[in-house]
């Protein structure tokens, strides 16, 4: 009798094994597929504002047909010159 006890729970916890490694690899491959979906997400979020910042720190006033108000205030560093002036 004890030699069929061992055996069953040799069996309980070989199956315990298979569905813990599986367990795991699935939750491997939703960890990694949620990180790549944040990091995705978070990134557009950061070039989204950039853009944001970049329209606000050289704002252009159309006037009329081809005349346009461009209030500069502070330095004109390369990349609002590349901005302004492309």
Do not use: W
């Not at 990091?39 to 329209?55: F, G, P, V």
């Not at 252009?60 to 047909?65: D, E, Q, T, V, W």
């Not at 346009?68 to 390369?78: D, I, R, Y």
């Amino acid at each position: 009798m004890a030699i069929f006890r061992s055996s069953k729970d040799g069996f309980a916890s070989f199956i315990s094994s298979c569905y813990n490694k599986r367990l795991a690899s699935a939750l491997k491959v939703i960890m990694v597929k949620f990180t790549a979906n944040n990091l995705a997400h978070t990134a557009e979020q950061l070039r989204s504002r950039q853009e944001m910042i970049a329209q606000l720190s050289a704002p252009i006033i159309k006037l009329s047909k081809g005349i346009a108000l461009l209030p500069l205030v502070g330095e004109l560093e390369m990349d609002r010159h590349e901005l302004l002036f492309t």
